[in-house]
């Protein structure tokens, strides 16, 4: 009987150390995103859970601008992230303010620009750059996103198509929202904005990319932050966001997988 009770103790012993070990290496890993790389990173989080003990918290935010949930006016009121993913110029400027740690950078997807109309309505001519810049002549209305591609398409292409002052009086720039929802409802005759942000709105019709020799490629990229709660867990995360693995997921999602080395 003694030997019976001494064996159950050692299982429930050595149950307790297993569950110990598992919770020690488990962690909550908050990860804030700007929208390029949004639905991808949804669509791979269930996938690298099935594969690792630890839960991703996912929060989003542009890349830049003020709004109240950019990820620059959420940092800058000191909101806890172990992991952000934005377009690497922003990500480059928090490496070199400290909120990002250096030499934690990796680049993920390469994203190019996009442009969409209300579903059912008329598709522009977009493919060579004088009818981008008719088209964009021609719309009554044109919306683009106060993030990265938003930024090159107001102080870079506009000018560089001499219609500055023209789009001055037609197009907005989005904050807080998706530029596809806001075509969606008919709120812009046309809309700008990362291909991978504009692909998964629901009412609207993807003309396709801005031509070549007017397309920005941007780079998303990941970074640790410098209060990060576990650096192992936030390694492990971006490795698997890296990696050939999670390749698929990304190129559904409308973006160009980097597959880059890792620095650590």
Request: proline fraction near 6%; include cysteine; glycine fraction near 6%.
């Amino acid at each position: 009987m003694k030997t019976f009770i001494w064996i159950k103790q050692c299982i429930l012993i050595t149950i307790i150390g297993v569950l110990g070990v598992t919770s020690a290496f488990a962690a909550d890993i908050q990860v804030i995103t700007s929208g390029a790389f949004a639905e991808a990173l949804k669509a791979l989080v269930p996938e690298y859970e099935k594969q690792s003990p630890n839960k991703v918290i996912i929060s989003y935010g542009s890349s830049m601008g003020s709004a109240p949930d950019s990820i620059p006016s959420r940092l800058a009121r000191d909101e806890k992230f172990d992991v952000l993913i934005l377009a690497s110029p922003s990500l480059d400027n928090f490496i070199k303010s400290g909120a990002v740690q250096s030499g934690t950078r990796v680049d993920l997807v390469a994203s190019v620009i996009g442009a969409a109309v209300k579903a059912g309505a008329p598709k522009p001519d977009i493919s060579t750059v004088p009818a981008l810049k008719q088209a964009l002549l021609n719309a009554k209305s044109v919306a683009y996103s106060a993030s990265a591609s938003g930024t090159y398409l107001s102080n870079d292409l506009f000018p560089k198509l001499g219609i500055a002052e023209q789009m001055s009086k037609t197009a907005k720039k989005i904050y807080s929202e998706r530029v596809g929802t806001v075509v969606a409802r008919g709120d812009a005759e046309l809309g700008f904005q990362q291909v991978s942000e504009l692909i998964p709105i629901s009412g609207i019709d993807f003309i396709g990319e801005i031509p070549p020799e007017v397309q920005q490629t941007v780079l998303f990229s990941a970074g640790i932050t410098s209060n990060v709660s576990n650096l192992n867990a936030s390694r492990d995360l971006i490795a698997f966001l890296a990696s050939p693995k999670a390749a698929p997921t990304i190129q559904k999602a409308g973006l160009k997988p980097v597959l880059p080395a890792l620095p650590w």
